[in-house]
């Protein structure tokens, strides 16, 4: 099963910017979606966006114009670009991969994110 590794969380202060990683053990891109989900303390985990085989990309309305989602062309890594950052962002974020075809599923471990002044 393939393996998939978040970087890039921090403490950021509203408005400001990060950009996340999600480095895979192999080149996932061709069959996967590729997703970024996150979970605030005592809320469920939610979909931020995902990025389609064909590079079509679709997010969720509290992120839609900040974020953007991006994968390099070896297909390893996927990005998350995140811009305006407001404390309600605040969350792990997590980085998903899901077979088209077989629809299995594998998660990172998580990567931190704070919004706060």
């Known amino acids: 099963q393939v393996q998939l590794v978040e970087s890039g969380g921090g403490l950021v202060q509203p408005g400001g910017s990060l950009r996340l990683s999600c480095a895979a053990s192999r080149s996932i891109f061709l069959i996967n979606r590729m997703g970024w989900y996150r979970q605030a303390p005592g809320k469920e985990r939610e979909l931020v966006g995902f990025?389609?085989?064909?590079?079509?990309?679709n997010y969720a309305d509290s992120v839609k114009g900040r974020f953007t989602i991006s994968r390099d062309n070896t297909g390893n890594t996927l990005y998350l670009q995140m811009n305006s950052l407001k404390p309600e962002d605040t969350a792990v974020y997590y980085c998903?991969?899901?077979?088209?075809?077989?629809?299995?599923?594998?998660w990172g471990q998580g990567t931190q994110v704070t919004v706060s002044s």
């Open positions: 998903n991969a899901q077979n088209i075809y077989s629809r299995a599923s594998a």
């Open positions: 990025i389609t085989p064909d590079g079509s990309t």
